[in-house]
């Protein structure tokens, strides 16, 4: 089973349409995050949720809003897709806000 | 800002060499230093941590070495191996609990 799954894999859409990807884990996490890796492979955090409550948000547009039904979904919903949002985007949990965090295999954007 | 400084970009070594791939950081308040490691199509992978109370930890092939006064860390990957090509992030998490990462390094270790 896998620990910490997203769909879909790649995501291709056109400018300005309203995309989501979705992210669950079955770890028993409490705290989920998405986090951005550029074409440089930096990594950069967006969110973090901890028992539905947003707990960290970095300088991420507003367009960008996570979505939490319980604990164990973080869903990543983007409206108004620009070219510059073509990323990887990763989701990642963690107990406690502690370390270890596990992350999913990743999601794909790209923007056209 | 960059709270975390990684060198170098990327690194080619031979098989059976010792890969060095070094972390600076700013913030002190950092407690917890992770290595992970990322495959191509992967997610990272936690590979080896350690917290500045020790100056040194070793798992297998893997060492981290760590100096609180100079705010640097570095992983060394001994005997290093064509299935360890990946790219490398260093990362450092705060009181906070946010995990902020290196800029990463691509290892590429030649047969």
């Known amino acids: 089973d896998t620990a910490v799954s997203q769909t879909p894999k790649y995501l291709v859409t056109q400018m300005g349409n309203d995309k989501s990807i979705k992210c669950e884990q079955n770890?028993?996490?409490?705290?989920m995050y998405w986090y951005k890796q550029d074409s440089k492979k930096f990594l950069k955090i967006m969110f973090s949720?901890?028992?539905?409550?947003?707990?960290i948000n970095e300088t991420v547009p507003n367009r960008f809003s996570p979505k939490s039904p319980d604990k164990a979904h973080l869903n990543l919903h983007i409206n108004s897709l620009e070219l510059g949002d073509s990323a990887v985007y990763f989701c990642?949990?963690?107990?406690?806000?502690?370390?270890?965090?596990?992350f999913g295999s990743g999601t794909r954007l790209t923007v056209v | 800002q960059q709270q975390v400084k990684q060198s170098p970009q990327s690194l080619i070594v031979q098989k059976g060499g010792i890969s060095i791939i070094n972390c600076a950081y700013e913030?002190?308040?950092?407690?917890?230093f992770p290595w992970y490691q990322q495959f191509p199509g992967k997610g990272p992978a936690l590979l080896i941590a350690?917290?500045?109370?020790?100056s040194e930890k070793k798992e297998g092939r893997f060492t981290i070495s760590f100096n609180k006064s100079a705010k640097q860390f570095s992983l060394h990957i001994m005997d290093s191996q064509p299935g360890d090509s990946a790219t490398y992030f260093c990362?450092?998490?705060?009181?906070?609990?946010?995990?902020?990462f290196g800029g990463g390094t691509r290892l590429m270790v030649k047969p």
């Open positions: 949720y901890n028992n539905k409550e947003l707990i």
């Open positions: 990362a450092a998490m705060n009181a906070g609990n946010m995990l902020t």
């Open positions: 990642a949990s963690s107990l406690e806000g502690r370390e270890g965090y596990t």
């Open positions: 350690i917290r500045p109370d020790v």
């Open positions: 913030n002190t308040a950092f407690d917890y």
């Open positions: 770890l028993g996490h409490d705290t």
